[in-house]
């Protein structure tokens, strides 16, 4: 039996039936990785499991008081943070320059496996069997590459953009446009899902594609220009499935 299809919600009280009519001629559905597909925190769990140890032994500080400092800065500045790294190795008397590297191969090399969201795997499944898939994703291309081995997700998608590796990264247009590209199919007939109004809609929004953000409690209560927003918000991914698999779409 197919999963329930979960009702659909707009914040702003948009006319479903027309959102329903755009999907209509949607050819290709994209996505973000980080918090949209999955809870990205799991990923930095996993880093500190192997990390803490390797600077506790370095320092000879307490595993203890590390992990809860790591957690402190994490929770200040965000998982977009760029010197977690660099201010904990400064912090417990390490060189952060010298420190550094073999902090970044740890994170870079986790191996426990990760979950995605609840239904994530069974709808990029029956999406992917209807639809043209892209992922694009930002940050260092070996880590994101990582995260989709540990959570089995990359046979779903036909292309996947890593952003950072471009000229230009999100939220500006080229990672978009470059996967319209590849994939040959017009902006108005695509879409991109993701959670962070600082990276994910003002490029697919300026190139026409119609786009979706899902909740992120770090983030949900910023004051973004609406060019910086996407057109539409929804509770879940799980709520495409009444968009673009209700069987009146067949």
Same mark, same amino acid.
């Given at each position: ?139 260092? *291309? ?5 995260? $989709? +081995?540990? #959570?089995? !997700? /990359? @046979? ?76 539409? *918000? ?5 709520? $495409? +499935?009444? #968009?673009? !698999? /209700? @069987?009146?779409?067949?």
């Amino acid at each position: 039996m197919p999963p329930e299809t979960p009702p659909i919600a707009t914040e702003s009280g948009d006319d479903v039936e027309a959102l329903r009519r755009r999907c209509r001629d949607v050819e290709l559905l994209a996505f973000d990785l980080d918090n949209t597909l999955y809870d990205e925190g799991r990923y930095f769990e996993a880093a500190f499991d192997r990390i803490v140890p390797f600077l506790a032994e370095r320092s000879g500080r307490p595993q203890e008081a590390i992990g809860r400092r790591l957690r402190e800065i994490l929770r200040a500045h965000g998982k977009h943070y760029h010197y977690l790294f660099s201010d904990i190795l400064g912090e417990i008397g390490l060189d952060p320059t010298g420190g550094l590297p073999d902090v970044l191969a740890l994170f870079r090399s986790v191996r426990q496996p990760l979950a995605p969201f609840p239904g994530v795997t069974e709808l990029l499944r029956d999406l992917s069997s209807r639809y043209r898939m892209g992922l694009i994703t930002s940050g260092m *291309r070996e880590v994101q590459e990582n995260k $989709l +081995r540990l #959570l089995g !997700l /990359a @046979p779903f998608f036909e292309e996947i953009i890593f952003s950072s590796t471009l000229p230009e990264n999100k939220p500006g247009q080229m990672p978009f446009r470059f996967l319209l590209e590849k994939l040959g199919v017009d902006a108005a007939r695509a879409i991109y899902v993701g959670d962070n109004p600082l990276f994910d809609f003002r490029g697919p929004n300026q190139l026409g594609m119609l786009t979706f953000r899902v909740p992120n409690d770090e983030l949900d209560d910023l004051d973004v220009v609406t060019e910086d927003d996407a057109q539409v *918000r929804i509770q879940g991914v799980q709520e $495409l +499935r009444g #968009l673009f !698999l /209700a @069987p009146t779409m067949g």
